[in-house]
């Protein structure tokens, strides 16, 4: 079965600092990879995904993550924090085959912003 | 999203109660999802649901049943509610599985649930 890890449960940075959030997959068939983001008291949002094609995958609010096969991995980055960034950042896996009809969620990031 | 609603949005109960929550949907889409969030472990799949009457189980399903009986409404019930299910409870609906690569999940508001 597919699973994410997300490393570091709260990652704090000032605010213009890159942001760098961790995610890393196991999978043994191909995987497609998401990033949601949950604001205090809301739902989630879907940030960015990767399904095929080009490997580096931009989001909204300026975010963007590398899918690296030889590294497992689907970091999220955006170079410059601001505050309205402050929230929960979750990574998601998926394969399209054998149980590919439901998310595996990593257990979340919380990222401060400080000033 | 305006697609998808849950009720309540709070929820109060007592030990030993049985509780029922709903997600509703406009969007007309064959899966649907509960998943429950607690610090640390982030959002863990109870069961889910590929079409009317049909549904399967999570990786918490113990303690809640589930049950669909229309395209548009998915019930979550706690059989006796137990302080461990306090949670957030969040739906989420999908078309198929080739749309869940491409767009994801559209998730509801969440029930915030506490079992006293």
């Known amino acids: 079965a597919q699973s994410v890890t997300q490393l570091g449960s709260h990652v704090s940075v000032s605010e213009g600092a890159l942001v760098l959030l961790r995610c890393n997959y196991s999978?043994?068939?191909?995987?497609?990879l998401f990033w949601y983001v949950q604001y205090p008291n809301q739902g989630l949002q879907l940030l960015l995904k990767?399904?095929?094609?080009?490997?580096l995958v931009k989001g909204i609010n300026g975010f963007e993550a590398e899918f690296k096969k030889s590294e497992t991995s689907f970091h999220l980055t955006k170079p410059s924090a601001h505050m309205s960034d402050a929230a929960e950042y979750f990574c998601?896996?998926?394969?399209?085959?054998?149980?590919?009809?439901?998310?595996?969620f990593g257990t979340g990031t919380q990222l401060k912003v400080e000033l | 999203d305006a697609g998808i609603t849950q009720s309540p949005r709070h929820k109060v109960t007592e030990t030993g109660t049985p509780v029922t929550l709903r997600c509703h949907q406009t969007e007309n889409h064959r899966y649907m999802y509960w998943y429950r969030q607690d610090p640390g472990h982030g959002l863990r799949l109870i069961h889910y649901s590929y079409g009317v009457k049909d549904t399967d189980k999570g990786e918490v399903s113990d303690g809640y049943s589930v049950s669909r009986s229309k395209t548009e409404d998915f019930l979550l019930t706690l059989e006796s509610a137990t302080s461990s299910q306090t949670s957030v409870y969040f739906c989420a609906i999908s078309e198929s599985p080739g749309r869940l690569i491409l767009y994801g999940y559209t998730f509801g508001s969440g029930t915030r649930l506490t079992v006293v």
């Open positions: 990767y399904t095929t094609g080009a490997t």
């Open positions: 998601a896996v998926t394969v399209f085959t054998g149980g590919g009809n439901k998310l595996t």
């Open positions: 999978s043994s068939v191909p995987p497609y």
